[in-house]
């Protein structure tokens, strides 16, 4: 005979996804609000207990009413400072810095006439991409016509290499290529949204390797090693018409925020003039390559 009922714990599945459901609900106004008034609260408790409310009781029958007014006159414009001064702080260290999507396009556009070189012209992209959504890295792969490889251009972060396609650093660029039949290439082609890469899949595909095909490990290998070294989270396409012709890499933001819905969306668009700047250098090498080789 039971005399305890039967206790089951919950499935982790549904502690996940009901943690997820209450985060979606909070934010930093609200935790700070809810702090707030358990500080109020535990200060009157604090006060018209024990004690101390017997000897506020001993000045008079409405003397607990007259302190109760005092404490609200003192709380409202302590509140009120705080709202101005601390919480703005507070937000901006937890919540991403809010951007101006006009700015960007413009800052974007401006910083293209400042150039004299296309590598030149992907870092200053790269750079402000990464400065406006607070991102440790931001990278920019373009598709090899012949291949079909796709190299990387740029990678922009503090204290990054910056590898180049040009010059003496030719051989270490390609070095740095994701492959056409590299795993997040074929995803990419195949989704019509950014691609998101959670800090523990790297590990969970670094695992997988060595259980893949001899013929597709080296491709594998390489692909794993470049993901970390850009700090892959969000790979976005830049798209030509149908054709994928390069990839947007951006890496974790400050403080490990997450890239929201609208985060993305602003991203395809700056992807979609991405394309054009990347149609535009091929245009601009082949010129180039013609000129050198006519003289």
Known sequence: ???????????????????????????????????EALLVLVIFVLIFSGGRLRFIDAFGQRSDLVVSLLLVGLIIPLHSLARRRLLPRIER????VPYDEHKIFFDLSQGTRTVSSIDQLYENLATRIREAFEANSASIFVRDEASGD?????????????????????????????GSRAFVVRRLLNLSTPLTIE?????????????????????????????????????????????????LALG?????????????????????????VIDNARLTERMVIQERLRR
């Open 93 to 96: 260290h937890y919540n991403p």
């Open 199 to 247: 800090p523990g899949e790297l590990e969970t595909w670094s695992q997988a390797i060595h259980s893949t095909l001899p013929t597709l490990r080296d491709v594998r290998t390489s692909e794993h090693e470049i993901l970390r070294l850009v700090q892959a989270r969000l790979l976005v396409q830049i798209r030509q018409k149908d054709e994928l012709v390069g990839i």
């Open 1 to 35: 005979m039971r005399v305890f009922p039967r206790l089951t714990l919950p499935n982790p599945k549904t502690v996940r996804r009901l943690r997820r459901r209450v985060r979606s609900h909070l934010s930093v106004k609200r935790v700070y609000y809810l702090i």
């Open 252 to 276: 974790p933001r400050r403080a490990e925020f997450n890239y929201s819905a609208s985060d993305r969306e602003l991203l395809m668009s700056l992807a979609a003039q991405l394309a054009l």
């Open 150 to 178: 796709y190299h990387l251009r740029v990678l922009s972060g503090p204290s990054q290499p910056v590898p180049s396609k040009n010059g003496a650093r030719d051989s270490a660029a390609k070095q740095h290529t994701l």
